[in-house]
């Protein structure tokens, strides 16, 4: 590299001198041109020499030689107006290129403008203005410089390719993101120049692809497309920031992120389509979308999503909303390419939307939907309406309307659809009125239901007055009864019968076809046209000739009786025609059905060759095969494949190693440290978490002086005060601007109430962040992942070390939702899988572990392993996910109560349940996740927690809900105080008008957190538990419950606890802790023959036990 | 990316032409104006053509056609967006984007297009980005540059260029404060014969002038947010606010610009404002017809319909109509053979009513289809979805701005079967 570098500026230095050298020679030359244009000047009369046109470009000449800065610019903008309207003004260059350097900024910028048209013409002179740049690259104005690139780069004359060369290294480290911008456009330019280049260009790609700057990211994306698009490694490490800043990067630049992110993810992530609806229930309830990872693992049978897939899927779905409609369709294709298919949907309005934009819009739009809408009916059947056709669109846009009402046409809405095509058909458009009649054969073909109603419609148009309406009529017809032959004689007489008002060739050559292919259905009429034919022969178009011919044939082999003369006549007239088509036919069908000592075997056959049974025509929409195309481009416009097209490619059959996306991480979740304590934290804070993170990262890259020390403790320092709030709740304002910062977080902080699901998922997810951090110091070892950061390039600079550990931060979160309940899974599994899908998992997290670099989830699992305690957290992390009623089905049943029943609450419902996770506001609370729906028909304001009976528990209440609409629902956390006994929580629920008296009683299962521990523990903290601590029981169980695997299940259900993994088989353990009182509560079940078993529970809380024992035993014995 | 672009006129005059990077001869306009020829009217000329070395993607805008050059894949939405961004930052800078004014503005049209892309792609497209690096033309500025020697162009780096907020520029100043936002609703409607409602939604727009000094943050919501169905924002609004509050949190752009557009969701019943009697038939025979026509109120809220403007595009046989009308006036443009009649406002206590006699050509049959009727109207302060602003507040800055809503209420594309 260094090698390289000093060879290029000594290529460089040698490539000025000789510019140097011929920009001498050429002043040189210049002058005595100068002074003779001079003369010239005081010769000629001004007047006269504006007359011709060479004397008006000496006029502009002269202008550009004086002194007066507003003359010349004058003269430039006269030229520039000479160069706009594609007139040739390039023997001014001499003249122009001395204003290269003016003061004047307008001036400037129109030599500038002059000069990168006519550099490739006069590249000697252009040599004159390099040095003016060159100087210009080094301005402290970043503007200046920035335009000086721009300029220089467009100069397309192959000596300066190093000097360019040299100008793009040094621009693409430049201080102003601007300039780099700049630069990633120079490097399309050099290499557009000279091809030659590609090596060093992809060096200062790759140098610019990590780059923070938004500003910066559309435009190397665009480099990276046109120079080196296979060079995917690139993008790797890359891929993260590029998904997290693509919401904050221009449009412009979106659109080129997202088509480049799309054919990444192609090629990295396996396909989300193949085992949709396949898979078992309950097995994808427990992992569901949430908690993915464990790519290529084919004995765990449902597909998990790659969560770098996810994060692509998930950071691009906002831009949905977007103003600029290639954006959204950008996103849409993005979708319909690589989202399962149940969320391609979410598309499907915006795209609508877009039909009510620019004609040219609406027609790239209606392409796209069009090959959607064949593949996916579904998608687009709700919004049927908006592809009606109004008399006001153009041709192509009615067209394509057509096309896709015809696509979405089922036995459903056929009524409505063709009530629309009788309109259509009338229309006055008579392209789109034949276009219409295509579409009904179609409608007729596909859905058999209407068949005959179309053909009768059709029929009935052959009396139409408009000729094209009647051709395209009979040609659609034809195609029907070719798939239906045998019902319909009396449409082939009703055609015959017109057949002497139609002239359309197509359209009376079809009628032939007809009656040659269906001759024997119409035994008599068929000589009869044959006849009439056989009459105006000569004056026919050649198709109909043809036909003729052909039914001719027809006719003699299966009436020959009847026929033969007029078949010989007709022969005849084809054999003397004028055109060789014809004649060639003529001659073929003599010989095939005329038997004759020359004529072969052939003969034989004619019969079987001529009538032979046809396949009916497919008919089909024009979209059928469009999506071998990538939607939204070109190519699948213009249905070729154009210049540049970039392949899909298709899915891989094994994910490649996901960690090469993986960015070095310095101790993930370690700011979260401090924020432990903060027992109350305002919910608002975990909002927006996302875009926090996302803004740090910006900070980050903002002030690249920053050291990673220093980003990393400004970040948790701000993870729990207000300054993130701030942050939060906007994205676009990041660090710059803290006046407004400040007011936002009053307004964030007034938003908090409406916790949408998704957030409250996140919510949890830093929860267990929080929580993994007090073992630190063990996970850190764990964490030693020195392969990880040795994957970084070695001179790596210090913002670029900060912006990894930023981008550690956002990885560390986006992977603990992911990752977070397998590290539980194995160490459950590391002695003896107790559960079945839990050994499944074990299997690759092992491997995790032993692979030197570690995949995504690895630096996650390596934290949380290092606890156990964290890991069972892992676990109700998981069932908190946003599938929470599936999630029950491998643990039992997450139970739902009811707190307040719409009847009694006025329209008001409560529902809820225990996520068994920590509580968020103090550690001794359980945590209550109440939902609240209003079912009535008016919206409810001001629902929130009103006054608790004195001397009742300690309740920590969700913010009030502001307003809830009809029918909407909300879900709400809160944390309620137990003190470890099963007293209801007794409070009120209020709106603005009524309070209704609630209640909250806790099973005794939910006042317990699991607690993990090894099976010596379990076994000494057993033996210090005995006496009256221990209760016991034998039960039998349900035969269904024998298994371990649904004995742990069944325990799961309804207690909070842990399983203690155990190598004796006959015995199952678990354990767990008060949440109030962190008293211990020990379950073992010891498995006896005949589906008895002894249970017993050590506890201090003996009042607990034996309630606890009680329901266990009810759960165990039920099936 | 974007090659060249090449302005052409209605009449296939290329009167401009830009190139980003190596220069493309013009002929290349000839495969373009070969399909407009073929295509007749200027619509119907598709947006995507192939050339045998280019592909050209063009928009029709203001009776001009934006056509660029372009060699490789690009998405065509990317180049469409574009060119019609390009019309926009003319129709901002000159207050029209016709022949007129492009040719009398060739320099700054020309700096323009120098400063929007580089090397084909997008450079600068926010309005008021580009309003500091090239000032918009004004007679007062033209006549002080030309005394002082003063130019258009700006020599430092917009601010907005760096900024997170590209599209609002530093240090903006006003001594009067103000935000306005104006409600605009379109009613799109198909009616058949018999007035029956076969399709109608509601498009609607929020535009805003706001003049507001310094760095503002303005949070606008609504009363009844939940009738929005499809949005689309402008980029300086916080889409995650959006999603969590249903409020419109932003800094602002200075000046006009389109804050969002929405789709009013299909469940609400659209309330139609007029309602139209229509009677147009053509006789078999004596190659004439009638037509007759009569606008009522239907659901205005208790508002005025103003503006009302019936167009009837005549079938190509017509020859003339003599028609009398009770209100407004009437215009038959016999080359376009289009009837509009100018009612104004509808007064309900006396219905306006168009009616007479059509001639059609002789010799040539009854047209098949009775033409379409399309209305124009307008109401004001009324959003026919009923949609509510209920707040505007202001944070970040001290003083107090004047804040107004305005509400309108249109015919969009409004069809009347007949």
Known sequence: MNGGFSSLRSEAAGAMRTVLVSAESLQLTLKPELTQEEQALTHATGGKARETLKAGNEDLKEMLESNKESLKLEAMKRIVQLISK???????????????????????KLVYVYLVRYAEEQQDLALLSISTFQRALKDPNQFIRASALRVLSSIRVPIIVPIMMLAIKEAASDLSPYVRKTSAH????????????????????????????????????????EVCPDRIDLIHRNYRKLCNLLVDVEEWGQVVIINMLTRYARTQFTSPWKEDGIFDESEKAFYDSDSEEKQGQREAKPYIMDPDHRLLLRNTKPLLQSRNTAVVMAVAQLYWHLAPKHEVSIVTKSLVRLLRSHREVQYVVLQNIATMSIQRKGMFEPYMKSFYVRSTDATHIKTLKLEILTNLANEANISTILRGFQTYVKSQDKAFAAATIQAIGRCATNISEVTDTCLNGLVLLLSNRD?????????????????????????????????????????????????????????????DVLRKMAKTFTSEEDIVKLQTVNLAAKLYLTNSKQTKLLTQYILNLGKYDQNYDIRDRTRFIRQLIVPSEKSGALNKYARRILLASKPAPVLESAFKDRDRFQLGTLSHSLNIKTTGYQELSDWPATAPDPSVRNVEVIEPVQEWAPSLGKAKKPKSDKFYSDDEEDEKEEEGSGSG???????????????????????SASEEESSGDSEKTSSDSGKSSSGSEVSSSESESKQKKKKLTKKATPRKSKQTAADSDSDENGNGPVGKTSSSSAESSSDSESDSEEDSDSDSPAPQKKTVAKTKPKVEVKSKKEVSLLDLDDFSPAPPSAPKSSVFSSSLLSDLEGLSLSNVSSAMQVTSSSFGPVKTYELLHHMTGKGLSAKYHFPRQPCLYQPSMVAVQVILTNSSDHSLEEIHIGDRSPGSL????????????PGASVSVSMGIDFSDSTQAANFQLCTKEDQFSVSIQPAVGELLMPSTMKEPDFCSEQKKLMGMNETSATITMATANTSKQNISKQVLSVANVGVVSSDQNNLQRFSGRTVSSGALVLVTLELRESSTALLTINTEKTVMASMLLRDLKQALSQA | MINSLFLISHSGDIFLEKHWKSVISRSVCDYFLEAKEKAGDPENVAPVLQTPHHY?????????????????????????????????????????????????NTVTVYELLEEMLDNGFPLATESNVLKEMIRPPTILRSVVNTLTGGSNVGGTLPTGQLSNVPWRRAGVKYTNNEAYFDVIEEIDAILDKS??????????????????????????SFMNPRLLDDVSFHPCVRFKRWESERVLSFIPPDGNFRLMSYHVSSQNLVAIPVYVKQNISFLETGSCGRLDITIGPKQTMGKSVENLTVTIPMPKSVLSVNLTATQGTYTFDLTTKVVLWDVGKLNPQKLPNLRGSISIQTGSPKPEENPSINIGLQIQQLAISGLKVSRLDMYGEKYKPFKGVKYVTKAGKFQVRT
Request: negative net charge.
């Open chain 1, 186 to 225: 120079a490097i399309q330019k050099l290499y557009s120049l000279d091809a030659d280049q590609k090596e060093h260009l992809i060096e200062v790609i790759e140098k610019l692809l990590k780059d923070k700057s938004t500003l910066v990211a559309g435009s190397v994306v665009v480099a990276f497309e």
């Open chain 1, 705 to 727: 002086s920053e050291d990673d020390s220093s980003s990393s403790s400004s970040s948790s320092s701000s993870s729990g005060g207000s300054s993130e709030e701030s942050g």
């Open chain 1, 467 to 527: 000729e094209t309406v009647v051709a395209e009529s009979v040609v659609v017809i034809k195609k029907l009864l070719q798939t239906q032959p045998t019902q319909h004689c009396d449409i082939i007489k009703h055609m015959a019968k017109l057949f002497d008002n139609i002239t359309v060739p197509m359209a009376r050559a079809s009628i032939l076809w007809l009656m040659g292919e269906y001759c024997e259905r119409v035994p008599k009429i068929a000589p």
């Open chain 1, 86 to 108: 594609g007139k040739n003004a390039s023997d001014l260059f001499p003249a122009v290129v001395k204003n290269v350097a003016s003061k004047n900024i307008e001036l400037k």
């Open chain 1, 954 to 965: 300690n309740v920590h209440c969700f913010n009030t809900v502001e307003r809830l609409e």
């Open chain 2, 195 to 220: 007035g029956t409602t076969v399709f109608a939604e509601i498009q609607g727009v929020v535009e805003a002038c706001v003049k507001l000094t310094g760095m503002p943050d303005l949070t606008l």
């Open chain 2, 56 to 104: 050209l993607i063009s928009i029709y805008r203001g009776k001009l056609f934006f056509l660029s050059v372009t060699q490789t894949e690009v998405p065509p939405l990317f180049v469409i967006e574009f060119l019609h961004r390009v019309a926009d930052t003319f129709q901002d800078y000159f207050g029209d984007c016709s022949e007129v004014v492009i040719k009398e």
